[in-house]
């Protein structure tokens, strides 16, 4: 069974890897990656582990705890107003955690 550290980062790289194929800088690796970073992905896969959201609730959920520490993302937007893409990163975010989760 992962630990919440441990499905952070591996959702961390899978995002880092997805922001590439788009053609955007990705973030840094996890393991550089700083601590305000790595709590904003622990905060999202405890979202999506305790509220079983869709991706529209998880970038709800995203956009709430981002505006007000990084009030200038262009991704703080309606879910529905985001490029597909970032959609997609978003549907693999869940996926990725709840595949995790049901791993013994």
Same mark, same amino acid.
Not at 12 to 36: F, H, K, V
Not at 46 to 55: E, N, V
């Given at each position: 069974?992962?630990?919440?550290? *441990?499905? %952070? ?6 995002? #880092? ?6 053609? %955007?800088?990705?973030?840094? $690796?996890? &393991? /550089?990656?700083?601590?305000? *970073?790595? /709590?904003? #992905?622990?905060? =999202?896969?405890?979202?999506?582990? &305790?509220?079983? +959201? ?5 970038? @709800?959920?995203?956009?709430? #705890? ?5 009030? @200038?993302? +262009?991704?703080?937007? $309606?879910? *529905? @107003?985001? %490029?597909? =893409?970032?959609? /997609?990163? @978003? ?11 049901? *791993?013994?």
């Amino acid at each position: 069974m992962y630990n919440l550290e *441990q499905i %952070s980062a591996i959702v961390y790289l899978a995002n #880092y890897g997805m922001r590439i194929a788009l053609g %955007s800088e990705g973030p840094n $690796p996890w &393991t /550089d990656a700083t601590e305000a *970073q790595r /709590d904003a #992905y622990r905060h =999202g896969v405890l979202f999506a582990i &305790t509220h079983q +959201p869709t991706s529209g609730e998880q970038h @709800d959920e995203w956009v709430r #705890y981002h505006e007000v520490r990084n009030p @200038d993302h +262009p991704n703080l937007v $309606p879910w *529905q @107003d985001l %490029s597909p =893409g970032e959609r /997609d990163k @978003d549907a693999v975010f869940l996926m990725l955690v709840r595949f995790l989760v049901s *791993q013994p």
